[in-house]
């Protein structure tokens, strides 16, 4: 354990080295290195596997805001980039409170949402908001499988966080017309909890925001999606978002497995169903580490995941300056969705 945790105070001063974005409005490339440090940390044993409401998680949370912190983004949270969210640990599950007052049986927990913003510069449209989000929880210690107790979750969704930090980190140099709003959230396992409370408690009006590109599983090509370096979007159809990034070339395809229901199974299905168009980028391939001890930094393609990184920083940039998104005709979600 003291060598991992060498590790991951090492990969906090690598990222704390690297150069900020030249003040030109050019979004930064983001290397493989950078890529590598950040999930080194984040799926370290030291996080113990970043379940909600439990030290890896605060620990996993802390090293997130400190990354914000470094871009320099204002912390939006009720404490700092933090908002607090809290919750109840019983033997069998992890669930929402109603409030922080609340006497729900169980053992009470303060997990935390971590919120940072980069301010638009159109006088006009910074009042819009693009949402960039992952959730940064997963199973933490469990049942061992070949001696491992730890479900690190390097693929889900340490590289879909990594990826919210690693946009913020190319484009905090820019300009960029409308707002950016990054949020990495507890609790998506249990329920999308973080999502839920942080809808409930949105820090801005929630009616500025206008589109979410939310980031999960993108550690490993998919050949249904072309192989290394390219990425699908859920819903792609549903708005005119896939068509906008196909127009630019930006190498995101259709979800190539509707029947799996992936459009609805993470949190942009919150925000879909309140009317604003919200899609997940993924290159989830199905592979047999899911939900497994096993999905650890060892599977990880890290130039697979830095292409697709790059991919999403084209994206999320022409959200910010481009048009805006809308649904298709009869693409707003209405149901309630399937069990994510």
């Known amino acids: ?23 030109s409005g050019i979004a930064k490339t983001i290397t493989e290195a950078e890529v590598h440090s950040l999930e080194s940390a984040l799926a370290d044993d030291s996080m113990e596997g970043r379940l909600t409401g439990t030290p890896g998680g605060a620990r996993a949370a802390r090293y997130i805001a400190a990354q914000m912190k470094l871009l320099d983004l204002a912390p939006l949270g009720d404490s700092g980039y933090f908002q607090r969210v809290p919750v109840t640990a ?12 609340d ?3 169980g053992r009470h927990e303060t997990a935390v949402n971590v ?4 301010q638009g510069s159109d006088p006009k449209l910074a009042g819009e908001i693009i949402l960039v989000d992952a959730h940064y929880d997963h199973l933490g210690v469990g049942k061992p499988v070949n001696g491992d107790s730890i479900y690190n979750g390097a693929d ?3 590289s879909g966080t990594v990826a919210v930090l690693a946009v913020a980190h190319a484009l905090a140099g820019t300009h960029p017309k409308r707002s950016i709003l990054f949020a990495l959230t507890t609790g998506e396992e249990e329920g999308l909890l973080g999502t839920n409370w942080m809808i409930a408690h949105f820090p801005v009006p929630i009616d500025s925001v206008v589109a979410n590109l939310e980031t999960e599983m993108i550690g490993r090509p998919d050949s249904l999606a072309g192989g290394a370096g390219k990425a699908w979007l859920t819903g792609y159809d549903r708005s005119t978002m896939g068509a906008m990034l196909a127009r630019e070339h930006i190498p995101i395809v259709a979800d190539p497995r509707p029947a799996q229901h992936f459009f609805e199974r993470s949190d942009n299905i919150a925000y879909a169903q309140r009317g604003i168009p ?13 939900h497994q001890p096993s999905d650890d930094i060892s599977r990880i393609d890290f130039a697979h995941m830095t292409a697709v990184i790059n991919a999403a920083v084209h994206a999320v940039a022409l959200l910010a300056n481009g048009t805006v998104p809308v649904w298709n005709p009869g693409g707003r979600p209405t149901a309630t969705p399937p069990g994510s």
């Open 278 to 290: 919200a899609h997940t980028l993924s290159t989830f391939n199905l592979h047999a580490d899911y």
């Open 156 to 158: 889900d969704d340490a």
């Open 1 to 23: 354990m003291i060598h991992r945790r060498l590790s991951l105070v090492l990969a906090m001063l690598v990222v704390a080295a690297l150069p900020s974005c030249a003040q």
């Open 90 to 101: 019983t033997d069998s599950s992890i669930d929402l409170r109603a409030s922080f007052s």
């Open 103 to 105: 006497a729900a049986p």
């Open 115 to 118: 919120v940072g913003m980069l």
